[in-house]
């Protein structure tokens, strides 16, 4: 039997996964449930891999998991499959990576605690659109998005998922008035999310990440909201940041992708 605070536990990670399902859903062209999971598609924007996906809540064998992305998704050049499950997604982890398949780790935190000392919030204000734009075109270039087609459909997709969203975009300008960090702001229903976290490399280790955390945080306290999260990457430093700043660890989703 689950005790009571395990299942406390899985309530709200259920909560926090809805929201997230909800918003991909709202996002892409389409979106249709299968037995077991969800397949997002969105053929405006193909090189979009998050709404362009498999997402999976069953447990299914690995051999099984890969012929149904190659169902669902037959029309795209790759395949991106999502499992919310913890265990399977460990359990898979191994069987994805021998085939070749490259991994995400997502950890979803929520705030639960104050953070470790007090937060200077006074650098952070509202940003405009064109401007954050600007900054995630540069975070999508250090990564993989250096192609300008792949660029531009991800710029499309900050677009439309501010629009449908209503984030609210917050950031940190330099002495000259250049935003150099950013985070957005979403919620809805009792349920905010900090997200899109990032600084250009040059401003890089002056606080404006923890000021941009910590007063979304805040602001969508006092837009009412209960239930705080964040997503971090399981495998990088910020996790360590946004511990600092009152979040822990609620659950982890895995992404697995093949081109």
């Known amino acids: 039997m689950t005790s009571g605070p395990s299942r406390s536990a899985d309530d709200t990670l259920e909560r926090v996964l809805g929201f997230l399902r909800t918003g991909l859903v709202r996002t892409a062209d389409a979106a249709r449930r299968i037995d077991g999971g969800l397949v997002l598609s969105t053929p405006t924007l193909p090189a979009v891999w998050s709404v362009n996906q498999l997402r999976v809540s069953d447990a299914l064998p690995f051999e099984a998991l890969v012929a149904l992305a190659d169902e669902q998704l037959a029309g795209f050049d790759y395949r991106h499959v999502v499992l919310e499950r913890e265990p399977a997604g460990a359990h898979l982890e191994d069987a994805f990576r021998a085939a070749g398949w490259e991994l ?62 209503d984030d609210r975009l917050l ?23 900090v997200e899109d976290v990032y600084t250009v490399p040059e401003a890089r280790g002056r606080g404006h990440a923890r000021a941009l955390v910590g007063c979304a945080a805040e602001l969508a306290r006092e837009a009412g909201h209960q239930l705080i999260f964040i997503v971090a990457d399981d495998r ?7 511990s600092r700043l009152g979040f822990r660890p609620l659950g ?5 992708h093949r081109g």
């Open 171 to 193: 950031g940190v300008r330099s002495s000259d008035g250049q935003l150099v960090a950013i985070a957005k702001l979403r919620g809805e229903g009792g349920i905010a999310q």
């Open 104 to 165: 995400e780790r997502d950890l979803l935190m929520i705030l639960t605690a104050a953070p470790d000392r007090v937060l200077d919030a006074s650098a952070v204000s509202d940003a405009g659109q064109d401007e954050v734009l600007e900054l995630m075109a540069r975070w999508h270039g250090e990564g993989w998005a250096t192609d300008p087609t792949e660029l531009g459909q991800l710029l499309d997709y900050g677009r439309r998922e501010a629009k449908i969203h």
């Open 236 to 242: 990088d430093w910020p996790k360590l940041l946004y």
């Open 252 to 256: 982890r989703v895995w992404q697995f």
